[in-house]
C-alpha cells in the first residue's frame, strides 16, 4: 500500500519554526512533484510550496521569504521548513505528491497522485 506520512507539526509562538516532513512509504519507486497544501475551516485548501521532480521550486506569495520546500530522493521525502512564523499560517497542512511505482508482480513502473493525512500547525500570537 502507497501512502504520504506527514510529521513534525504542532504548537509554536509567533516568530518561531517548525519543519514539517512528507515520508512516501510503501512500493514508491521515487517522487516526481510533491506540493504542501494547508486548509483552515471554512475555506479551500491552498497551495503553499511545490517542488518539481528537478527541483524548481514555487511559493506562495504569503510564504515566499519563510517557507522552504525541499527534497531528499534518497529516503523519498520532502521537507517544509518555516520560519518565521504567524497566526495566519494556523493550518492542517497536506502533502501531495505524484508518486512513481514499481509494480512487483510486472516489473511495470507507473505513477500515481496520494495526499497525506495532514498536520496540524497552530501559530499562537
Known amino acids: 500500500q502507497v501512502q504520504l506520512v506527514e510529521s513534525g507539526g504542532g504548537l509554536v509562538q509567533a516568530g518561531g519554526s517548525l519543519r514539517l516532513s512528507c515520508a512516501a512509504s510503501g512500493n514508491v519507486f521515487s517522487i516526481n512533484t510533491m506540493g504542501w497544501y494547508r486548509q483552515t475551516p471554512g475555506n479551500q485548501r491552498e497551495l503553499v510550496a511545490h517542488?518539481?521532480?528537478?527541483?524548481?521550486?514555487n511559493y506562495a506569495d504569503s510564504v515566499k521569504g519563510r517557507f522552504t520546500i525541499s527534497r531528499d530522493n534518497a529516503q523519498n521525502t520532502v521537507h517544509l521548513q518555516m520560519n518565521n512564523l504567524k497566526p495566519e499560517d494556523t493550518a492542517v497542512y497536506y502533502c501531495?505528491?505524484?508518486?512513481?511505482?514499481?509494480?512487483?508482480?510486472?516489473?511495470?513502473?507507473?505513477?500515481?497522485?496520494?495526499w497525506g493525512q495532514g498536520t496540524q500547525v497552530t501559530v499562537s500570537s
Open positions: 517542488i518539481s521532480g528537478a527541483s524548481i521550486t
Open positions: 501531495n505528491g505524484e508518486l512513481m511505482i514499481r509494480d512487483k508482480s510486472t516489473a511495470e513502473y507507473y505513477y500515481t497522485d496520494s
